[in-house]
């Protein structure tokens, strides 16, 4: 079936640092491509989304472009703050209904 | 705009005792979904609702049931808790069960059973 695979954390970065977190997939097709993000204590959330390859989703200057012939939608931001200290999904939609990556959980240093 | 509320947001069990974790959501959305989240596993969907009045079996339905009386409301049930169901339940809703909507979360209620 279809399935997300993400870069297993934690992953601890200095603020101002570039960030990756890896995600691929394993789908028939070419489904729809989302991040969510899970703030501490509260649900997750919409970060950005990609619906068909070589779209580029992005928000909050997080980035990830939807890239077929590697099956990747990795996540990118250029310099992170303390604030985005998270745990970040990776999803794709598969029979209308979403399947989730098992989570990255990133802390931002001062 | 509330969007979703879930109750309790925490909650002690005894094992073999019933408990119902409550869901509303006031965007009018057609479709709810319940998601358990355990360390490592991500989210594993548990039960859905494509619309009011029909409901379907997700990843990992064994031990909950749930209900779809009304737009609003999807409360999941376990009706004898154990301890494997210790979890963070999230309930979810989108506007449609097609398509590419976004997919809202409420806060979550944290389970443990004992």
């Known amino acids: 079936g279809n399935s997300v695979t993400q870069m297993e954390g934690p992953v601890t970065l200095s603020e101002e640092a570039f960030l990756t977190i890896n995600c691929t997939y394993t789908a028939t097709g070419y489904p729809s491509l989302f991040w969510y993000v899970q703030y501490p204590g509260e649900g997750l959330q919409l970060l950005l989304k990609?619906?068909?390859?070589?779209d580029k989703g992005s928000n909050k200057g997080f980035e990830a472009t939807y890239r077929k012939e590697t099956t990747s939608f990795h996540l990118e931001k250029g310099s992170v703050q303390v604030s985005d200290s998270a745990v970040y999904f990776c999803?794709?939609?598969?029979?209308?209904?979403?399947?989730f990556g098992q989570g990255t959980r990133l802390t931002i240093n001062p | 705009i509330a969007g979703i509320t879930q109750a309790p947001t925490s909650q002690i069990l005894a094992a073999g005792r019933r408990m119902t974790l409550r869901c509303t959501q006031d965007?009018?959305?057609?479709?709810m979904y319940w998601y358990r989240q355990d360390l490592g596993l991500g989210l594993r969907l548990i039960h859905y609702s494509n619309t009011a009045g029909t409901t379907g079996k997700g990843e990992v339905p064994d031990g909950y049931s749930v209900s779809r009386a009304n737009t609003d409301d999807f409360p999941l049930t376990l009706a004898s808790a154990v301890p494997s169901q210790t979890s963070v339940y999230f309930c979810?809703?989108?506007?449609?069960?097609?398509?590419?909507?976004?997919?809202?979360f409420g806060p979550g209620t944290r389970l443990t059973v004992l």
């Open positions: 999803a794709l939609i598969s029979a209308q209904k979403l399947v």
């Open positions: 990609a619906t068909k390859a070589d």
């Open positions: 965007m009018r959305h057609n479709a």
């Open positions: 979810a809703s989108r506007k449609d069960w097609v398509g590419t909507d976004t997919q809202y």
